[in-house]
């Protein structure tokens, strides 16, 4: 069991994710001679050289601060926060630390995987932790913290203000998580399958759509098209965009509307041999998912739903911009 100053170097450690300058040791230093302990540089270096190899026991490790000012922000007990988180991490080991830093962010704590660590920081509600519990999760089973943050997005702490209003992106977010639907395209009434993923990217700066359908030619023959789309803000209209990808090389450029309901409408291609002029595709949040129809308009002023497809969503959790 640690002492009180092994929890507090080890928290000093887990708040510089592993490294430090000389300022920060000296700090250091200073608190701890402030407290009584009367060591020499050498010694304090000797000290945290010792419990390191706690900080970096096992591919993935959780610190929780267990600070006053951190336990003051809490709205339970870290021990108890500790014991909830430890039931959707399985035997990811968790440890209560000393203060880590930045106190006016708390609750803080340090999620290691691998040999990145991140901050995460304000998990002051239920939801927050369960958030950050989920995220905890899939990042040491994937053994990295390149995935989708989904609720936790702003639980991870950033030391530098970028100036982003991802509430901009609050009209997009039911396209969060994994999405899958069947439909009839055409005159002919072809059956299609599509699958749609999104997930946050670039710390919420876009959201990524990963998308692949699948359509059936004929009785025997089955083709499958792909393509990725970022969606992210127009940095002159600071409107909705979306700039897509295809697997025919092509690159497509389209802004994004936000009309009454919710929906989402933009132009989009013209299937091939409809004598069609333009195309209209509308996305419309609904229970459990979300609807997309395209809509073709013709030379003569008709306009005709080319395909509806709904789809039902599963997530990572309850996603909340």
Known sequence: MMGAMEKQLLGFIAGHQGSWGKSALDRLHWQLR????????EELEARLEAIRPEFEACNAHLFLC???PCQNFSSCPVEETAHRIGDDVGNMPITLTDCQGPCNHGPVATLRVGIRSVCLSGFRRDTDVAAMAAYCSRASKAGTHLIDPANALGLIHQEEDHGFDGGKFAPVAFLLGHHIGTGFCGAEQMRFIKEVRGSWEAGGRFLGLRMSATYGLGEDFKDTHSAYVMVGLNPETGGLESRGYTDGGEEIIYPMMVQPGGIIAFPDRVPHSTG???AEKRLSPTDGGYREV?????????????????YTSSLHELVEV
Request: glycine residues 10%; aromatic residues 10%.
């Open 34 to 41: 402030r407290a009584g302990h009367d060591l020499t540089r």
């Open 66 to 68: 267990a600070g006053k």
């Open 276 to 278: 069609a002029t333009c």
């Open 294 to 310: 395209l809509e073709l308009k013709y030379p003569d002023g008709r306009r005709a739903v080319y395909y509806e497809i709904s």
